[in-house]
Every structure is written in structure tokens, then in C-alpha cells.
């Protein structure tokens, strides 16, 4: 097997070509999809019989917990490469997606909590989902904040990675325990999604979304690299060669 | 089209709170996750560009001065 | 202190026994001279246990439903504050970089340092909680399963705790960063941990839960101990 392109994934100037010409078309794709998403979701797919219309957050709420999640692994993955490869990119990458990954889940948690006002009477619910999408907010803060703590970027990179790994592995421990704990604390069981025979009215919708987060995920990540890219390789040649162009606006 | 009218749609049966402040954060999150590298990526270019030229002067003039060095010693 | 490793031929001839009776020494040494130091996170879990009562209700009913939970959240809250003195004073007199450098496993090291701060610092816990424990009028029948769950948990906080405290023992003020770290990753252990004593509060079997409490703690150990040394090994390197 031609393994060329893993290594061309290891030179920052090869990922900055890369990363301005597929930009566009996951920027673009991701957008519109959101927006066709949202509409659809918002104003033609049929309310739910049981929850109304605060069903319809569904179409924000799945999606960036489904990313939230996502992104983490990738981030696991990542983190392998630069450990085991020493690949700066993988780095960059972990350095880039961790502030996305917590917008997300963010994101998940704040419209869980307000779909659940409507749905189960009260703002917050510790319910087993939600408690492990906190405490994976919480993971991200630690990636975040051991990154900003240490100066070295050497330093930093390899020991978020090693905290992104630790992360990863404890990741089924602590939803096993949170959905074991849920039982014995939930006088009833509540799903938010557990709709087994969703139409599909309801559901096309929820895919584009999900898709469209993707793309987006993809593209905001790709600028981030490239900033990071910028930023780590200002001593090259080729960076000098954009800064010169690029600032005498 | 669920709604028979714009009005219904901004009630959403009563759960127009929830529904629009979930979607009103979430356009804040997405605004602000597209918005953040934009701005970086402006800073960044401007601080690299002008540590450029002001690298690029410095070299100027010590070539200037090393040239007058040399001259004054022919 | 650092003598301690630099003593004698090459170190691969001292045998790993010797090396470990070394680090024992040296750890029970210096906890020794700085007993008062010992003390603190003692103190400390008390202190954070009479806070409830005061900040909440003292209601014997409240406590009593709430009694597990509360010596356990204090239990891990004092071992964070503790955790800082496993790798610091080390790192700081120069000593971390002989032990990394060391021909003996660096795994092994790491388990035996471990396991030592936790006889200083968990253990005292334990043995501390039976009085706590009743203050917050826990039935007496139920301290001694509180007390195996905290014999089976604390040594996980432990070693995950020394991973948190690997990755930021170059910083100075690593303190906070540590617990930040390594609570989300403890909450397994606090659930099954109350979660056992809650079942025995219930009257039912606790086997289910010991079980899972051992399992975890195996893993802990055979695990945390890598992540320990890599992390160890980046962090003197620079």
C-alpha cells in the first residue's frame, strides 16, 4: 500500500495548500446544509405528539452531542499519531479541535437542559446523558487548560496527548458508572430521543444537520491548523512568503 | 409547512422559549466558533508582517553600517 | 537526597530490589521529616466534612442520607490536595531526573511511590472515617463496608492522581490544575464507591459493587503506572 500521503500529512506546507482548497467546499457544503437543516427542522417537519414543539431542538441538541463525541475520538487518535509518529500535525490538530469539542458539548448540554424544562419540568436533570456530557466538557477544560499552563509546546504537545488517551480510556468507564448511577437515582426512565419509528419527515432533517455539523467541524478545524501552521512555521521560507503578501493590507 | 401562520411559528405551541433560545445560542456558538479563527488569523499575519519588516530594516541598516565600515577602511 | 541514586557502579548492577528498598527508605524518610506536612489533608477532610453540617442542615436524618457521599467527596478532595507532594520535592532537588534515568523499570518505581503516598495519605483517611462517619450519624452497621469502599477506592485516586501530578510537575503552582485534571476521571469510583454503601444501606447484597470497586482498582494498577512514567519522562526532559 502507497503510504505517500501519510507522509505528506507530516509537512505543514503540503496541509496549508491542502487545507485552502478543500476549505471552501466544506465551509460552503456545511453551511448550507445547517441552514436546510435548521428550516426544515424548524418549520416543515410535523411536532412530535408527545412533546410539541420543543421537540424540534432535537435538530441542534443531537447533532453537537454526536460531535461533541466525535470530536474527542478523533482527538484520541490524533493523539496516538503524535505520540507514536511525533507528527506536528497531529498535534496542531488536537490544539485546534479541543476548543470546538467544547463548544459542542456546551451546546448539547445547554439545549438538553432547555429541552428538558418542557419536557420533564425543570431546567437541569441529572440525567445519565447529560451528567457525561458534562463531565466531558470537563475533559476538554483539562486538555485546554494543561495546554495553556505548559510553555513548552514540546512539552504541552505530549502531554495533552497523553491526557487526551487517558480521557479516551476512562471515557466508557465513567458512562458506564453515570448510566449505572442514573438508574438507581431516576425514579423514571426518560430517553430523549427514543423514537424507534421516527418518520422520515423527522429524521432527513436530523442527518443534514448532523452532516452539516461535520462539514463545519471540518472546516473551522481546518482554519484553525492553518492558523497554527502560521504560527509554528513563521521561521520557514514558504511562511515568510505569505506574511509578506498578506500584510501589506 | 407546520405552522398555519408566522405568529404560531414564533409561539411554537407554547414552547416558543425553549425552541428559540436553544436555537438562538446555538447561532451564537456557531457565529462564534466561525468568527474566532477568522480574527486569529488576521492578528497573527499582522504581528508576523510587521516583526517582518521590522527584521527586514534592522538587516538594511547593518548592511549600510557594514558597508560604511568597510569603505572607511579602504 | 539525590545521592541516594547516584551512589555505587552502574545501577543496573544494585538489582531491582535494592532500588525499591531505596525509594522506601527515602519516601518514609522524608514524609517522616516533614510530619506536619502529613497531617494537613487530614485536617483537611475533616474540616471539609464539618462544613456540611454547618453550611447545610444538621438534621441527623439529612446527614445520615447523605453520609457516604460526603466522606467520600471529602476523601478525594483531600487526596487532591495532597497529591502535589508525590513528584514535586523531587523534581525540584533534581532527584526526578535520576529516578527516570534509572536502569530499574520506571513502572515499578512509580507503583512503589504510589502506593507509599497513599499508606501516608489515604490510609490515615480510613482510618479516620469511622469517626467522621458517625458524626454525620451513619449507622454503625454500615461503616465498615464504607470503609472497605474507601480501602478499594482511594489507592485509584491515588494512581490516577499521579498521573495528573506527572503532567504538571514542571509547573509551579500545579495544584489546582491537578485536581481539574483528575476528578472527572475519579467519578467512577466516587459513584460505585457510595453506590456500595448505599446497598448495604438498603439491605441489599454488595458483592456486585466490590466486584466492580476491584476491577477498577486492578486496572488502576496495572495501568496508571505506564501513563505515570510517560508522562514523568516528558516532563524532566526539557
Given at each position: 500500500m502507497n503510504w505517500t500521503w501519510f507522509y505528506k500529512l507530516g509537512s505543514p506546507k503540503w496541509f496549508y495548500e491542502t487545507a485552502n482548497k478543500l476549505l471552501p467546499w466544506f465551509l460552503w457544503a456545511g453551511l448550507l446544509m445547517l441552514i436546510v437543516g435548521t428550516v426544515w427542522g424548524l418549520v416543515f417537519a410535523p411536532e412530535d405528539y408527545q412533546q410539541g414543539n420543543s421537540f424540534r431542538i432535537i435538530y441542534l441538541h443531537v447533532p453537537s452531542a454526536i460531535l461533541a463525541q466525535s470530536c474527542y475520538m478523533m482527538m484520541a487518535v490524533a493523539a496516538i499519531i503524535s505520540l507514536v509518529w511525533k507528527m506536528k500535525l497531529a498535534d496542531m490538530f488536537i490544539a485546534s479541535a479541543a476548543p470546538i469539542g467544547a463548544a459542542f458539548t456546551f451546546l448539547a448540554l445547554f439545549t438538553g437542559a432547555v429541552w428538558g424544562k418542557p419536557t420533564w419540568g425543570t431546567w437541569w436533570v441529572w440525567d445519565a446523558r447529560l451528567t457525561a456530557m458534562l463531565v466531558l466538557l470537563f475533559l476538554y477544560f483539562g486538555v485546554i487548560a494543561l495546554r495553556s499552563a505548559l510553555e513548552n509546546i514540546d512539552l504541552a504537545s505530549r502531554a495533552s496527548a497523553i491526557l487526551v488517551l487517558v480521557g479516551v480510556v476512562n471515557i466508557p468507564i465513567i458512562k458506564y458508572s453515570v448510566e449505572w448511577w442514573n438508574t438507581l437515582h431516576q425514579p423514571a426512565t426518560f430517553t430523549l430521543t427514543e423514537k424507534p419509528a421516527m418518520p422520515p419527515e423527522m429524521w432527513v432533517p436530523l442527518l443534514i444537520m448532523v452532516v452539516g455539523m461535520y462539514c463545519f467541524f471540518s472546516a473551522v478545524a481546518l482554519m484553525r491548523i492553518k492558523n497554527e501552521i502560521l504560527l509554528r512555521e513563521r521561521r520557514t521560507k514558504w511562511v515568510q512568503v505569505i506574511i509578506a503578501e498578506e500584510g501589506k493590507h | 409547512m407546520n405552522f398555519e401562520s408566522f405568529t404560531e411559528f414564533l409561539l411554537m405551541g407554547g414552547h416558543g422559549l425553549y425552541v428559540w433560545l436553544s436555537y438562538g445560542v446555538g447561532l451564537f456558538i456557531i457565529v462564534l466558533v466561525y468568527i474566532q479563527p477568522i480574527l486569529a488569523r488576521r492578528s497573527i499575519i499582522q504581528e508576523l508582517s510587521q516583526r517582518q519588516r521590522r527584521e527586514a530594516q534592522n538587516k538594511a541598516s547593518n548592511e549600510v553600517n557594514a558597508q560604511e565600515i568597510t569603505g572607511g577602511n579602504e | 537526597m539525590s545521592r541516594d541514586y547516584q551512589s555505587g557502579p552502574s545501577h543496573s548492577e544494585h538489582g531491582l530490589l535494592s532500588v525499591l528498598s531505596v525509594v522506601l527508605k527515602r519516601e518514609f524518610l522524608s514524609a517522616f521529616r516533614s510530619r506536619q506536612e502529613l497531617a494537613n489533608p487530614l485536617v483537611f477532610f475533616v474540616i471539609v466534612i464539618v462544613l456540611f453540617p454547618l453550611g447545610v442542615s444538621p438534621e441527623p436524618d439529612f446527614l445520615r442520607s447523605a453520609a457516604a457521599g460526603l466522606v467520600w467527596v471529602a476523601a478525594l478532595l483531600a487526596t487532591m490536595l495532597s497529591l502535589d507532594r508525590l513528584f514535586q520535592s523531587d523534581y525540584d532537588d533534581g532527584s526526578l531526573e535520576q529516578i527516570v534515568l534509572c536502569a530499574q523499570p520506571l513502572y515499578l518505581i512509580v507503583l512503589i511511590k504510589s502506593l507509599i503516598h497513599w499508606s501516608l495519605t489515604g490510609l490515615p483517611l480510613i482510618l479516620l472515617s469511622p469517626f467522621l462517619a458517625t458524626m454525620l450519624h451513619l449507622d454503625a452497621q454500615h461503616i465498615p463496608i464504607l470503609m472497605l469502599t474507601l480501602l478499594m477506592g482511594t489507592p485509584v485516586i491515588s494512581l490516577i492522581g499521579g498521573i495528573g501530578a506527572a503532567l504538571t510537575?514542571?509547573?509551579?503552582?500545579?495544584g489546582i490544575l491537578i485536581s481539574l485534571l483528575v476528578l472527572p476521571l475519579t467519578i467512577p469510583v466516587l459513584i460505585f464507591g457510595t453506590g456500595t454503601v448505599q446497598s448495604s444501606i438498603d439491605g441489599l447484597s454488595v458483592a456486585g459493587h466490590l466486584s466492580i470497586m476491584g476491577m477498577m482498582l486492578a486496572l488502576a494498577l496495572t495501568l496508571s503506572p505506564f501513563a505515570i512514567a510517560a508522562a514523568l519522562k516528558i516532563s524532566v526532559s526539557d
Open positions: - | - | 510537575v514542571s509547573l509551579r503552582s500545579g
